[in-house]
């Protein structure tokens, strides 16, 4: 059984351009959640979707948008990067929305911006 | 909104020692909270957790306890071994919110062999 994969793993981006990272959440989970993680700090919440909804949005710029499509699977949109959008994006997927069964980490999509 | 703080930032221990990493919250609503492991490189694995109706929770050589009067919970790692050496994170949340967890700022532990 495949875990939550992520694409791709890594990715250099250009200040000012947009960048689409990509989660496929474990099979029967319906909500995906986004994180980003600044090198040496916690995993910070950017959002949660789940039945293709928002379901949940941290403090970050309108740069940063979501989806998530009928089979579940997330896209993470970030236009008009900045250098301090460079971390490791992580994706988490649960069975639903308001409990953390099963709540279960990507490997990430490490962001470099230059 | 909820915050966590996390210490100590590092954490050097002997093999075979105890380790603990404590963590306060604000939040008083908050009744979930999630201990995770980062190795180098790899995605947090969760290693523990304990509802806001337990007070202690134990899976071998790894406990947590948690004080909801005073708001803070911490993980207890006994007879630590060199791979249990990684970066620990703590976090909350209100499980009825949705799954936005809080995480706090982490913890380097090494275990000297």
């Known amino acids: 059984d495949a875990g939550v994969t992520q694409s791709p793993t890594h990715l250099i981006k250009t200040r000012g351009q947009h960048v689409t990272l990509r989660c496929s959440p474990i099979s029967g989970h319906k909500s995906v959640s986004w994180y980003q993680q600044v090198l040496g700090q916690g995993p910070q919440f950017i959002f949660q979707?789940?039945?293709?909804?928002?379901?949940g949005r941290g403090n970050f710029p309108d740069r940063f948008s979501a989806r998530q499509f009928p089979n579940y699977s997330s896209e993470l949109n970030v236009n008009a990067l900045l250098l301090g959008d460079s971390a490791l994006y992580l994706c988490a997927s649960s069975l639903t929305s308001g409990t953390p069964y099963g709540y279960t980490f990507g490997s990430g999509t490490r962001l470099t911006v230059v | 909104g909820e915050n966590v703080e996390q210490h100590p930032s590092t954490l050097s221990v002997q093999e075979g020692d105890s380790a603990v990493i404590k963590c306060t919250y604000s939040?008083?609503?908050?009744?979930?909270f999630p201990w995770y492991k980062q190795e180098l490189g790899k995605r947090p694995q969760l290693i523990i957790d304990?509802?806001?109706?337990?007070g202690e929770k134990k899976d071998q050589r790894i406990a947590v306890t948690l004080n909801k009067t005073a708001k803070h919970f911490s993980l207890h790692i006994t007879e630590t071994q060199p791979e249990d050496s990684a970066v620990y994170f703590c976090a909350a949340t209100v499980m009825e919110y949705g799954n936005k967890l809080v995480f706090g700022a982490g913890t380097i532990l090494r275990v000297k062999s």
């Open positions: 939040d008083s609503a908050s009744n979930y």
């Open positions: 304990i509802r806001s109706n337990v």
């Open positions: 979707y789940y039945e293709k909804e928002e379901r």
